[in-house]
């Protein structure tokens, strides 16, 4: 089912496509929307989680190379 919104179109179909067991916001804003992390605005990463949570992914902290990561699972 396509969506309207061009956040939660863009999210499903990459996620849709490459099947990951873990994702986080940063990472599909630079693979996903094909841009630099440092140009994601906080509205972005709003829209980005709201999408994952519409999709019905669930928001998880976990350590990632040492550092405390919000991933969604």
Do not use: H
Request: net charge positive; glycine share 6%; charged share 35%.
């Amino acid at each position: 089912m396509q969506s309207d919104d061009i956040y939660e179109s863009t999210v499903q179909g990459y996620l849709d496509r490459k099947c990951p067991d873990q994702i986080t916001v940063a990472e599909l804003w630079t693979q996903a929307f094909g841009r630099e992390a440092n140009q994601a605005k906080r509205s972005d990463q709003i829209r980005i989680a709201d999408a994952l949570k519409k999709l019905g992914w669930d928001r998880k902290i976990v350590k990632l190379e040492g550092k405390t990561t919000k991933v969604y699972i």
